[in-house]
């Protein structure tokens, strides 16, 4: 894959996870305007076993700022827990 990991997302998932984002989004929202959204998500599509590549698909109703600022939280949250197994 010769393509740089802030690009697009690959052709591959480009479809799919704008149909799953539309889906998610009006779930989530109810066809609320853009402004008047209440609830964001973001959505992360990469290989499994392909950490070398640093390739991760992300799309988002959300801007890349609000994007940045909930990746923190998780990660900081992920990495305050003590390591588990299993299932959530």
Same mark, same amino acid.
Do not use: W
């Given at each position: 894959?010769?393509?740089?990991?802030?690009?697009?997302?690959?052709?591959? !998932?480009?479809?799919?996870?704008?149909?799953?984002?539309?889906?998610?989004? !009006?779930?989530?929202?109810?066809?609320?305007?853009?402004?008047?959204?209440?609830?964001?998500?973001?959505?992360?599509?990469?290989?499994?076993?392909?950490?070398?590549?640093?390739?991760?698909? !992300?799309?988002?109703?959300?801007?890349?700022?609000?994007?940045?600022?909930?990746?923190?939280?998780?990660?900081?949250?992920?990495?305050?827990?003590?390591?588990?197994?299993?299932?959530?």
């Amino acid at each position: 894959m010769s393509e740089h990991p802030d690009e697009k997302i690959v052709a591959e !998932y480009h479809d799919l996870m704008n149909d799953l984002a539309r889906k998610l989004d !009006y779930m989530f929202n109810k066809g609320l305007k853009r402004c008047e959204r209440e609830t964001g998500f973001v959505l992360l599509v990469f290989p499994f076993g392909d950490a070398a590549s640093g390739r991760i698909n !992300y799309i988002s109703n959300g801007d890349r700022s609000n994007v940045v600022t909930a990746l923190k939280e998780i990660i900081a949250r992920f990495e305050g827990q003590a390591e588990m197994s299993g299932r959530a």
